[in-house]
């Protein structure tokens, strides 16, 4: 009966330690994310960019 007690008074602390670690799991998925997010916007906008310098070189020698 002790060690059944035991369990039962540990389980709010086992239950808290797993919600945190599931907490900084996702928030290091979410920054991952984020930061995925921001390496392909940077690289559209490159690529803008570049389609653009290319057009004007483009018209820059037809005329």
């Avoid at 035991?6 to 330690?17: D, G, N, R, W």
Wanted: a negative charge; proline letters at 2%; hydrophobic letters at 55%.
């Amino acid at each position: 009966m002790g060690e059944t007690l035991h369990a039962v008074a540990t389980a709010p602390q086992v239950q808290s330690l797993a919600l945190a670690g599931f907490t900084v799991l996702a928030a290091l998925l979410a920054e991952r994310q984020r930061a995925v997010n921001a390496f392909f916007e940077h690289w559209g906008l490159v690529g803008g960019m570049l389609l653009v310098a290319w057009h004007d070189l483009g018209d820059s020698h037809a005329g």
